[in-house]
């Protein structure tokens, strides 16, 4: 038991950001694994799927959300409505994730991934060269 909550497993699917870049479908796919083993999913404030998207395929599933802090208020509140009307059952605040696992704030990530290459959309895709440039040599 957690939080009165009847696990099958000691254990819970971490909250893993921008996913999108380990598989196309990987939040979508994770869910899954969370509704056939019935192991809470804790969806990523940074998800490349929206919560409502994950909702969807976790029907009653037992789910949290990561939430960061940010500097809007209005963005918090939006982020704790969506995910209250979406199912989750608790909240992960980020200072208390970043004692569990490393953690970082989307200024960061965001930083990281435009360095490696990588664009956020519905699907995340590697950028392709621009080669007009090099025929152009």
């Known amino acids: 038991n957690l939080l009165d909550l009847k696990l099958p497993y000691p254990f819970l699917f971490a909250p893993i950001g921008v996913l999108g870049l380990a598989h196309p479908k990987g939040d979508l796919e994770l869910a899954n694994a969370s509704k056939i083993t019935q192991t ?7 998800a ?3 919560m ?10 037992n789910r ?27 909240f992960l605040q980020e200072n208390y994730a970043s004692k569990v696992r490393a953690s970082c704030p989307m200024g960061k990530l965001h930083s990281d991934v435009c360095e490696h290459g990588y664009v956020h959309a519905q699907f995340l895709q590697r950028k392709t060269p621009d080669k007009s440039a090099e025929r152009n040599l």
């Not at 809470?40 to 940074?46: E, L």
């Not at 409502?52 to 599933?61: D, F, H, K, R, S």
């Not at 809007?72 to 009307?85: C, G, K, M, P, Y």
Request: aromatic share 10%; glycine share 6%.
């Open 52 to 61: 409502e998207a994950c909702a969807e395929i976790l029907g009653n599933t």
């Open 64 to 90: 949290w959300f990561q939430l960061y802090f940010g500097k809007s208020r209005d963005l918090v509140e939006s982020l704790v409505n969506r995910a209250e009307i979406s199912g989750s059952k608790a």
């Open 40 to 46: 809470p999913m804790i969806q990523s404030n940074q």
């Open 48 to 50: 490349s799927f929206s």
